[in-house]
């Protein structure tokens, strides 16, 4: 918004008298014969809002967290050095930078300075916002300039000061392009359009665009690219004989052109008071051309520019490997137009194409429909814009943007990250659908019922996203050894030629500085982290931190609680003992009274026999729990319900056939609660355990095959306990029953004195034990388990999963080692040759560290379960020809393209508000 003046202003609005200028009519776009002419789209008639006294203004405060997608991200260096470029903004409070998701996350406090600042600081340091375009609709650049008082070159500064604005374009039409932070929460969004709303005279509307323009990214392929048949030439002169000041003068050519965005970077870094990799190169790259070793010089410069690009390709792909594990929703939604038209089930999805991290799958191929017309119109929105009610569409592969009651269509859904099923879930109209999960086959037709912080899994989401994050302590003392590695580097290569080699072969200075940069050995541990915990989320666990899969990954001892891990916790009454005298039904309907407020597996199994029956419990009050059972007062009489071997400490008196009973129960492995009135016995129940979960005896003979001992351990009797540890093949020593809570605690705090221990159980009544084991891991649903209770939670449908889940905890494991190893190695290899002068040329340098950092990235993105690292390396050479090919056509339009416009509208029907 206009304001008043101040130290960290982008605008000023004073003493500027902007002369009348006579409206210019528009000039119709030339169009090249024989050129392919682009969509017509219909512009939005230009509304001329009244002119606004700008001292009037309200001027954006508050505080406000933010988050967005960066280009180019991808090397805790890089974040790092951004982290410390950004800390001079006061604006900016808490950041965190992300290079494995390619993300930033911050509060910003508006009080203090712009958002758009922030942005301009990481564009500089080459991070540019990875959002798209959106064109402000119903006006341009002359009509803000006259409704504001300013000069027409001051617009977009104007509109830089505005909150929720990331950055600024103003076509070649004088139409404004902006870019928004993507979903911000709803006072941020209600900020922004009404301060728009104050500097264009009336509500914004935006239309998603796209532009000509190259990103950072890629004016440092296109350097890299020209560079090549420059050194093409550089050769052939050698060859030929030419001139030196010939082949200077090309070379220094092709050095400009193919460096200039390192050299920006560079000089970005440098003002920011950091010291990086593209510094170091940009130095390099220079001294060579000083000497006039124009090949080296060139082939630095084409190697970093190429290589770069394949680093960020390669994890960009990996970040969307790594996607659909309940981490994080879509940041755009397709909304409906037309809701009342049904959507026709002939749309048929074949194959995907890997797109950003930002934007969910796109086919390759355009939809297969039929021809009756009954196919919806629809426009892709940001997911801010949409509201309770929006008719949604989600296709096959997609996340879904928002919950829904699906409307039309029928398909399945992925629900392995919530409840760890393999299959994908059935859905169809009536069904209700979660943001955050995966649509495996579709499409359907959503009505939105809640949105962003509303979701149903709105908090897990967060949780698992902040889990993923959160780094590892090995990271952090890998960014330490960095920190104090980089100036011994700096140093120690002035040192080394100072004393070792001649005054004037100063080039060993800027080989030790190029190949000494520990880029690769900053991603060896990151990479494998984010990838396993990808994997683990989809598989349906959620993991808090890399560095608890490090943990499980040394386990040499299980701890299983039976019930709701090995079992399903659902027993089925066996028998009903009741004693001589005494009436069944009265028997039955006081022990119902005394459970119908448990939550027990006993009381629940009790309670659905009652209902099978159509008998209604008594009404028992004051219920309360004691040890090993519950009592209460029915009718003025003392009542329990306990465990049967506890009778004797109460002081109940048993009646034979009951004693009995309980002798045979004991002998056949069966759980028994006895029912008591005025200390006396008047029942026993009988609860049998035959509901072993499938893959419990796999789960057990896997862990002893990898060398894991394994007991079971169980409040429930020990018979009952032992004869279930003999079902699944471990013997009575293993078998542990009759533990209270505390006395689990003490045996796995006894057991985490020899061993690197692994405890098993439900999250709430064995949150102790889980807390004193190595490994803590809380069996139960994404909704349901205590979060805070484990290091893991997993779904108990699946208790195999645990095996998988050790196993990728090995892989990962291995895969750090190896990285860490790897890129160690490289850079000791690479110094000792330096020095001993095995080689001496800059381009051999910069080759080989470039590439340990793209095989740390491959072997750390393969954890992720969707490719191997050759697949990955295909990929990502193939999307560096099609970016190179998507490069040229971009120049080819934007100078030579038939419209003079560098904008590229989609339908109009597009416009959001």
């Known amino acids: 918004m206009a304001g008043k003046d101040d130290d960290e202003s982008f605008l000023s609005l004073e003493d500027e008298e902007p002369k009348p200028k006579k409206p210019k009519k528009a000039k119709k776009p030339k169009q090249k014969q024989n050129s392919k002419p682009k969509a017509q789209t219909k512009q939005p008639e230009i509304i001329d809002a009244e002119i606004v006294d700008n001292t009037v203004i309200e001027q954006a405060g508050g505080k406000y967290e933010v988050e967005w997608p960066l280009i180019g991200m991808d090397c805790p260096d890089c974040a790092s050095k951004a982290m410390r470029g950004l800390s001079h903004l006061k604006q900016v409070v808490e950041p965190e930078i992300s290079a494995t998701a390619g993300e930033i996350k911050l509060t910003v406090d508006l009080d203090q300075g712009l958002l758009s600042q922030v942005s301009t600081v990481m564009k500089s340091l080459g991070h540019p916002p990875n959002v798209p375009l959106n ?101 052939l002169g050698d060859l030929l004989g030419w001139s030196p000041i010939i082949l200077g003068l090309i070379g220094a050519y092709g050095v400009m052109i193919g460096g200039l965005q390192m050299f920006h970077e560079a000089v970005a870094s440098l003002l920011s008071k950091q010291m990086g990799f593209q510094v170091l190169t ?52 397709r909304k409906v137009l037309n809701p009342s038209i049904k959507l026709s089930q002939t749309v048929q999805f074949t194959s995907f194409s890997i797109q950003p991290s930002s934007t969910p799958l796109q086919p390759l191929e355009a939809p297969q429909r039929n021809n009756d017309k009954s196919v919806e119109e629809h426009e892709t929105i940001s997911l801010d814009l949409v509201n309770i009610g929006d008719i949604l569409e989600v296709r096959s592969g997609e996340l879904i943007p928002a919950d829904g009651i699906i409307v039309d269509g029928f398909g399945a859904l992925d629900k392995a990250p919530l409840t760890g099923e393999s299959a994908p879930v059935e859905v169809e109209k009536g069904d209700e659908l979660n943001a955050g999960l995966v649509l495996s086959r579709g499409p359907v037709l959503i009505e939105v019922t809640a949105v962003g912080e509303d979701t149903r899994l709105s908090g897990l989401i967060d949780a698992i996203h902040s889990f993923k994050e959160q780094k590892a302590p090995i990271q952090n003392q890998i960014e330490k050894f960095t920190a104090i590695w980089v100036p011994i580097v700096l140093i120690g290569a002035l040192v080394v030629w100072y004393f070792f080699f001649p005054t004037n072969n100063w080039k060993i200075i800027l ?24 994997r683990a989320s989809r598989m349906g666990a959620i993991v808090r931190g890399g560095d608890i899969l490090e943990r499980l990954s040394k386990v040499n001892h299980v701890l299983l609680d039976k019930t709701g891990t090995l079992t399903s916790g659902k027993p089925k009454i066996g028998s009903i003992i009741i004693a001589k005298g005494r009436q069944r039904k009265s028997a039955l309907a006081l022990a ?72 045979q129960a004991k002998h056949e492995g069966l759980g028994a609660s006895v029912l008591t009135k005025d200390s006396t016995a008047i029942a026993l129940f009988t609860f049998v355990h035959d509901d072993t979960r499938e893959g419990s005896r796999e789960l057990i003979h896997s862990l002893i095959a990898r060398g894991i001992s394994v007991e079971i351990i169980s409040g429930d009797q020990q018979s009952s306990v032992t004869n279930f540890a003999n079902s699944v093949g471990l013997p009575e020593s293993a078998a542990l029953g009759e533990l209270s809570p505390e006395d689990k605690v003490r045996w796995v705090e006894d057991r985490s004195k020899s061993h690197v221990t692994m405890m098993v159980g439900d999250g709430f009544n064995d949150s102790a034990a889980l807390a004193v084991a190595d490994i803590g891991i809380a069996v139960g649903t994404g909704e349901s388990v205590n979060l805070e209770a484990a290091d893991i939670m997993f779904p108990g449908d699946e208790p195999k999963m645990l095996v998988d889940l050790y196993d990728l905890s090995v892989k990962m494991n291995r895969a750090l080692i190896g990285n860490i190893l790897m890129s160690v190695s490289i850079t000791i290899i690479l110094v000792v040759s330096v020095i001993n002068q095995f080689y001496d040329q800059l381009w051999v340098g910069v080759l080989i560290h470039e590439g340990s950092v793209l095989l740390v990235i491959l072997n750390g993105a393969r954890l992720s379960g969707k490719g191997n690292m050759f697949s990955m390396l295909y990929l990502t050479m193939k999307n560096l020809w099609l970016d190179i090919v998507q490069l040229f056509k971009q120049l080819r339009e934007h100078y030579f393209g038939s419209d003079s416009s560098n904008l590229i509208l989609p339908n109009q029907n597009h416009a959001t508000s």
């Open 135 to 235: 064109l402000l609709t119903s006006t341009n650049v002359e009509a803000v300039a006259k409704r504001n008082s300013i000069l027409k070159k001051d617009v977009k500064k104007l509109f830089m000061r505005q909150p929720g604005i990331l950055d600024v374009e103003i076509s070649k039409d004088d139409e404004v392009l902006l870019q928004l932070v993507p979903a911000p929460r709803k006072e941020l969004r209600e900020l922004r359009d009404r301060s728009l709303s104050q500097v264009i005279g009336f509500e914004p509307k935006f239309v998603e665009a796209s532009t000509n323009r190259l990103r950072p990214d890629q004016w440092r392929l296109f350097g890299g690219t020209i560079a090549i048949p420059i050194l093409l030439i550089i050769f």
């Open 282 to 333: 940009s130095i390099a790259v220079i001294g060579a051309a000083i000497l006039g070793m124009w090949e080296e010089a060139l082939m630095v410069v084409i190697l970093v520019a190429i290589a770069g690009h394949l680093e960020t390709s390669a994890l960009e792909n990996a970040r969307e490997l790594m996607q659909g594990g309940l981490d994080r929703i879509p940041r755009t939604a």
């Open 511 to 534: 080989l030790l500085w190029v190949v000494a940069c520990p880029c690769a050995l900053l991603l060896a541990a990151a990479m494998p982290h984010a990838a396993a915990l990808s």
């Open 592 to 663: 119902g009274g005394l459970e119908k407020r448990s939550s027990h597996p006993y009381a629940i199994a009790i309670l659905e026999y009652l209902d099978s029956e159509s008998i209604n419990p008594t009404s028992v009050a004051g219920i309360t729990d004691i040890e090993a059972g519950v009592k209460g007062f029915a009718s003025g009489n003392e009542v329990l319900f306990i465990r049967a071997d506890m009778a004797s400490k109460h002081k109940i008196t048993v009646p034979d056939e009951i004693v009995d009973a309980i002798k």
